[in-house]
C-alpha cells in the first residue's frame, strides 16, 4: 500500500508543479496587441463568371 501512496503523491505533485505554471503564465504574461492585414487575391472576391 505504500508504493500506491507514493504513486498518488508524485502525481499530485506533477499536476501541482503543472497547474501553478499554468497560472503563473495567466498572470504574468501579457499578450501584445498588433495589427493584421491579410491580403485576398482579387479572384476570390470577384469570381470569373463561368460558361
Known amino acids: 500500500?505504500?508504493?500506491l501512496f507514493r504513486f498518488l503523491f508524485i502525481l499530485a505533485v506533477i499536476g501541482g508543479v503543472i497547474y501553478g505554471s499554468l497560472l503563473a503564465l495567466v498572470l504574468l504574461v501579457e499578450p501584445r496587441?498588433?495589427?493584421v492585414t491579410v491580403?485576398?487575391?482579387s479572384e476570390r472576391l470577384n469570381p470569373a463568371p463561368e460558361q
Open 39 to 41: 491580403r485576398v487575391p
Open 33 to 35: 496587441e498588433r495589427e
Open 1 to 3: 500500500m505504500p508504493t
